[in-house]
């Protein structure tokens, strides 16, 4: 994995506050009972520590968990954020009274172990198709509740975010396009709401990428196409542009996994997107040990 580290972070999302208000509000409760076993005086210096090699992501949750907790805990990093860490490298280290260490340590190492997940998968990608011009997109595969912070991951690993929801976009699937009589007939009832917001359309075979050109729409999404119908529809777009004032960007999607994702890539389409990357997570292993601890 290469261990490239973004200059400039991704915008935090509006929710991450209240993600980790939900996310403390189910761990702690009405109180930790076990913290109390513990001198309400005490002081606790704990290591953060990566048992794998990763993309570290999640600081911003990782650091307003314990602020919630309790805003005399202090967290200093000595990995940034991106950076690639090695199989049991200090990452950084936690200091404050030892109740609020220990009832905030879980919770902020889900957040950690989590969104570190999702960067590092995007990451692989990412690499996997360095040289060409394809953007790695992720979707709305996201896990309940965290799909701003999943989003947030997948820029923190060099991929790009699809439409946020339902509401940043319309995509007529393959669904939309049954019940509504077909995709032309869709694709007119989407152009009079005057939503003013991208119009994207799902193709299932050629006959439905041309629809999608004639129509230009913003984004056709290509899915489960064979490389070689993805070679046909990047010549029929290439085609059409030619010819007309459209830029319709092509997506293929469905079935992509790191070994063909460069197949895939040297189609010539414009993106990727790959579900798995939020939502066939592998939490990344992360501990939390006290190395200190005293009384004021």
Same mark, same amino acid.
């Given at each position: 994995m290469a261990t490239t580290t973004l200059t400039n972070l991704p915008a935090l999302p509006a929710d991450l506050d209240a993600c980790v208000e939900r996310a403390l509000a189910e761990d702690v409760g009405s109180g930790d009972i076990t913290a109390r076993l513990v001198d309400p005086e005490a002081i606790a210096t704990a290591a953060v520590i990566a048992r794998e090699s990763a993309?570290?992501?999640g600081q911003p949750w990782f650091q307003r968990t314990f602020q919630r907790v309790d805003p005399r805990v202090s967290v200093t990093w000595e990995v940034q954020e991106t950076s690639t860490t090695r199989t049991d490298q200090r990452v950084g280290l936690v200091k404050g009274p030892a109740r609020a260490v220990l009832t905030g340590e879980r919770t902020a190492l889900n957040f950690l172990q989590l969104l570190s997940a999702t960067a590092t998968a995007t990451r692989r990608f990412v690499e996997r198709v360095r040289g060409t011009q394809v953007k790695i997109v992720d979707t709305r595969k996201t896990i309940p509740g965290l799909r701003t912070a999943q989003k947030y991951a997948v820029a923190c690993g060099g991929g790009a975010n699809h439409r946020f929801g339902l509401y940043d976009a319309i995509l007529i699937k393959e669904n939309h396009i049954a019940a509504a009589g077909g995709a032309k007939a869709a694709i007119e009832r989407a152009r009079a709401l005057n939503a003013h917001?991208?119009?994207?359309? @799902? %193709? @299932?075979?050629?006959? @439905?990428?041309?629809a999608g050109l004639d129509a230009n729409v913003d984004l056709i999404l290509l899915d489960d196409?064979?490389?070689h119908m993805?070679?046909?529809?990047? %010549?029929? %777009?290439r085609d059409y542009r030619r010819f007309n004032k459209?830029?319709?960007?092509? @997506?293929?999607?469905?079935?992509?996994?790191?070994?063909?994702?460069r197949d895939v890539a040297d189609t010539g389409v414009d993106r990727i997107s790959i579900g798995g990357i939020t939502k066939h997570v592998q939490a990344v292993d992360f501990s939390m040990r006290i190395i200190d601890s005293g009384t004021t």
């Open positions: 993309v570290l992501c917001v991208p119009l994207m359309m @799902e %193709a @299932e075979d050629l006959a @439905e990428v041309q196409f064979a490389t993805l070679s046909k529809a990047v %010549a029929m %777009a459209a830029r319709t960007v092509l @997506e293929a999607s469905g079935g992509v996994t790191l070994a063909n994702v």
